[in-house]
């Protein structure tokens, strides 16, 4: 899976290309720092999943993705925030999943491997997966396929 990583945070940046490159079948293929660029490389790249920080500045998330869905279609999109509060917005403008900052980075590859394992199956449009919150409870995510 084809992986583009849009935050204006370089260490942000970084950590995620560390985790996801030691992640079997991934492969971070373009870095973004803002709205703009993130449409140019997503335009050159054509990822099939793009890492979209929620406050990626130049642009409103909502057109953002709105942009992004235009260019990409197919992509994936899961949302990162510090904000677990910015979960409906994300959901409401059409992310596929979110996944807070705050979370352990478990979480973002368990969403990452539900992607991958159902990318290219056709008609589903939404999985529901859940994930442990790390207090022995478990909170749905869902991804639209």
Do not use: N
Not at 37 to 47: D, G, I, M, Q, V
Not at 66 to 95: H, Q, W
Not at 103 to 114: H, I, T, V
Request: hydrophobic letters at 45%.
């Amino acid at each position: 899976m084809r992986i583009l990583i849009a935050d204006s945070q370089v260490k942000v940046r970084h950590a995620l290309c560390v985790l996801l490159g030691r992640q079997s079948g991934l492969k971070v293929v373009g870095q973004a720092a803002d709205g703009k660029e993130l449409l140019h490389r997503a335009e050159a790249l054509r990822p099939d999943l793009v890492l979209l920080h929620w406050q990626l500045p130049g642009m409103e998330a909502t057109e953002l993705l709105d942009a992004l869905r235009r260019i990409c279609p197919r992509a994936y999109v899961i949302v990162l925030s510090a904000r677990p509060e910015a979960r409906p917005a994300a959901a409401a403008a059409g992310a596929d999943a979110f996944v807070s900052k705050v979370d352990p980075p478990e979480k973002l590859l368990a969403a990452l491997r539900e992607a991958q394992a159902y990318s290219g199956s056709g008609d589903l449009r939404t999985l529901e997966l859940c994930v442990g919150t790390g207090d022995g409870g478990v909170e749905p995510v869902y991804l639209k396929v």
